[in-house]
């Protein structure tokens, strides 16, 4: 699997572009390299590369849904619960995830689709849904940002 693809999927929460290259996805959206990413993984297990969850808040952690942590090392990451995108996703182990609009506009499928690489589309089509939560942790606080 090339991992400089983008692909364009249905996340557990809205259509979104997936890579595990950062700077093509970043191209893709037509926004800031320099801008960080989502990072989607199918498993705790697989979180625990990329961050270290503050010990107050690993039992929170766990049981969210269509929910983003922003750690204190400056990652955002979501372990997808949904089985369709978990399924995807576990082919690739993790991903980096945005949704799929050009930087700042709003979701249009035909700009999705010619911007992709690859479209994968299952049962459920392409619907535009409610987007993430978003908590910013610290070892002992937490925030909501979204």
């Known amino acids: 699997m090339n991992p ?3 692909y364009l999927v ?6 979104g ?33 990329f961050v270290r969850t503050p010990v107050k808040f690993k039992k929170s952690v766990r049981r969210a849904c269509k929910t983003t942590f922003l750690y204190p090392n400056r990652k955002a990451v979501r372990v997808v619960c949904e089985k369709n995108h ?5 082919r690739f182990g993790f991903m980096y995830s945005s949704s799929a609009n050009a930087s700042k506009h709003p979701f249009v499928l035909s700009y999705a689709v010619k911007t992709a690489d690859v479209i994968v589309e299952d049962a459920r089509g392409f619907h535009e849904g409610v987007a ?12 909501k940002l979204r």
């Open 10 to 15: 249905q996340t557990d929460t809205t259509v």
């Open 86 to 90: 978990r399924s995807f996703l576990q």
């Open 17 to 49: 572009f997936l890579s595990q290259n950062k700077k093509v996805l970043a191209k893709a959206k037509k926004r800031d390299p320099k801008q960080p990413l989502l990072i989607a993984t199918d498993s705790f297990a697989k979180q625990k590369q």
């Open 132 to 143: 993430s939560s978003i908590y910013r942790l610290g070892k002992r606080t937490k925030k």
């Open 4 to 6: 400089n693809l983008v």
